[in-house]
């Protein structure tokens, strides 16, 4: 079986040309992708950091690293909880806000390309695909707890 034939090699190698992708175009805007990310991430009633990290699978040092890149551009600020101190809750900026309205079109801009330059059979099929797979990955995942 060569690479072409593996199901991660297709996931592995089009996710890194996305985030290639995102990665100019939030450029544009002196941002990263990751930036975008947790900008779309973050609720406006606040998100605990430590939710940050799974959602975008990222380690805690990365992240760190980058929530205090984005506090220091003025796109976020943290607070400590009002029920339990030790948590830290981040939020949106005004600037963080309008950045995250740029991130949010340039992702759905590149997904209605796709629809538009795929037929509704092949869309549904992939969704289709990739539920199937993530049901066996938790399956294998849940295997070895």
Do not use: C
């Not at 297709?10 to 890194?16: D, L, P, Q, S, T």
């Not at 998100?47 to 890149?69: A, D, H, I, Y």
């Amino acid at each position: 079986m060569n690479k072409e034939q593996l199901f991660e090699f297709h996931v592995r190698n089009n996710w890194f040309k996305i985030s290639r992708y995102y990665n100019q175009m939030a450029a544009n805007y002196d941002m990263s992708f990751s930036h975008g990310f947790i900008l779309l991430n973050v609720e406006k009633e606040g998100t605990p950091s430590t939710s940050l990290g799974p959602k975008m699978g990222m380690e805690p040092t990365s992240l760190s690293r980058t929530l205090k890149n984005m506090e220091d551009a003025g796109l976020i600020y943290r607070k400590a909880d009002t029920v339990d101190k030790r948590k830290s809750l981040v939020f949106l900026t005004d600037e963080g806000v309008e950045k995250r309205k740029i991130a949010k079109k340039v992702v759905l801009d590149f997904n209605q390309e796709l629809y538009n330059k795929l037929p509704k059979t092949k869309v549904k099929a992939f969704f289709e695909v990739m539920l199937k797979v993530d049901e066996y990955l938790n399956e294998l995942l849940e295997e070895k707890k």
